[in-house]
């Protein structure tokens, strides 16, 4: 059988002009960036989907991750994935029979307080790979892959999915995933997902303006009294038995201008006390070299700036919002060692691993006003 002279001519042009279309890539913009190597793309291309496309082979047992979460989980998903308090609960809420039937009743019970991750998670992967990609908090995409593997049995365990001698692997995760509990909770009935064939394409919202019948002032039919609204302490700052579900601020009024009725000035009071004790403080008795040390021996640096804010508060934010407070150092040390959540925004700060002592030198720093 002969082939035409023509063909290897074609081919020779084709693979010409891809050359050709190569190089304008890259020299479109000279001395600037580069094309990706083999190896860099292949670092970000981590994902893993629905069908484990994208797992990488190994495996974990159910010991194996319970060594790994109470080393690098459990400060801020509690030992038993209850959660510290600060992030919603991993597991719980989820029965035998959910993994029988694939479906999780109580998250049709309103009576349910919460809804925890594997009460909702459809797909095994889902864990997999965000456990992979962004944990532990503080240093993203360290474990190991028979790490991985091992959280997620040990996650899997806990849930009364997984035997205690259960070895998860790349090669029955998807004999797992048969015994998800929420296995076949996911439906395209809404709105979400567009298209022919995708369910219920009526969007979920109907988008009608509205310029009519608009209340015009708000009438408050009663309100916490000055006296009563911090006496048990700042809601914000307590947690509820599931998730990260907080009260509102009660150290100050709701709104800066007093309503009729309430009395505004234990704060003027509190202000003006403040500013005083601030003024006849004396020099800092902290080295502030040795507090920045510590702030970025234990990498609080990467969540928040000397002067800027980051993922929290700046240091100075800090220092300002505590200056002439009674008792400032000894609450800066305990959030510092206990973490918390709500008092600077809906992001938390996770438990930090440090000794009494270096907490303690970190908040007398802060109290005295973070100085450089």
């Known amino acids: 059988m002969s082939s035409s002279p023509e063909i290897p001519r074609l081919m020779a042009v084709a693979i010409l002009l891809g050359t050709v279309a190569a190089q304008a890539q890259t020299t479109a913009f000279p001395g600037v960036g580069r094309a990706a190597t083999a190896a860099e ?3 970000w291309d981590i994902d893993v989907r629905p069908d484990f496309k994208g797992l990488p082979k190994g495996s974990g047992s159910v010991a194996k991750g319970m060594e790994v ?3 690098k989980c459990s400060s801020c998903h509690g030992v038993f994935g209850e959660s510290n308090q600060f992030f919603n609960p991993i597991v719980g809420g989820t029965t035998k029979e959910d993994i029988k039937t694939g479906r999780v009743a109580r998250l049709n019970d309103a009576a ?22 962004a944990m532990p908090w503080t240093a993203p995409k360290t474990l190991t892959v ?7 049995a040990y996650i899997l365990n806990l849930a009364d999915v997984l035997p205690e001698s259960f070895t998860l692997s790349d090669q029955n995760i998807a004999d797992v995933q048969n015994l998800l509990p929420n296995r076949s909770g996911m439906t395209t009935e809404h709105g979400l997902w567009p298209g022919r064939g995708f369910g219920n394409r009526k969007p979920d919202v109907q988008a009608k303006a509205c310029v009519q019948d ?10 916490l009294p000055d006296f009563a609204r911090n006496a048990h302490g700042n809601l914000a700052e307590q947690n509820r038995t599931v998730g990260a579900q907080l009260g509102a601020d009660t150290s100050k009024p709701p709104s800066s201008s007093p309503q009729p009725g ?10 003006t006390s403040a500013a005083a004790s601030a ?3 004396p020099p800092a008795s902290v080295r502030a070299p040795a507090a920045i040390a510590l702030t970025e021996k234990y990498t609080c640096v990467a969540c928040h700036g000397m002067e800027n804010k980051i993922v929290g508060p700046s240091f100075i934010e800090v220092a300002k919002k505590h200056a002439g407070q009674e008792g400032a150092v000894a609450y800066l040390a305990n959030k510092i060692k206990a973490g918390g959540s709500g008092v600077w925004g809906a992001i938390p700060m996770p438990p930090q691993a440090l000794s009494e002592a270096e907490a303690k030198a970190i908040a007398q720093w802060l109290a005295e006003g973070a100085r450089k």
């Open 112 to 133: 349910y307080p919460g809804r925890t991750t594997m009460m909702k998670a459809p797909t095994v992967s889902t864990l997999w790979d965000y456990i992979n990609r």
């Open 279 to 281: 003024a006849a403080k």
């Open 69 to 71: 979460w109470e080393a």
């Open 262 to 271: 309430r009395t505004s000035q234990n704060a003027v009071v509190a202000t």
């Open 146 to 152: 028979e790490e991985v593997y091992g959280v997620t």
């Open 214 to 223: 608009c209340i015009t002032e708000a009438k408050i039919a009663s309100f």
């Open 41 to 43: 793309i292949k670092a």
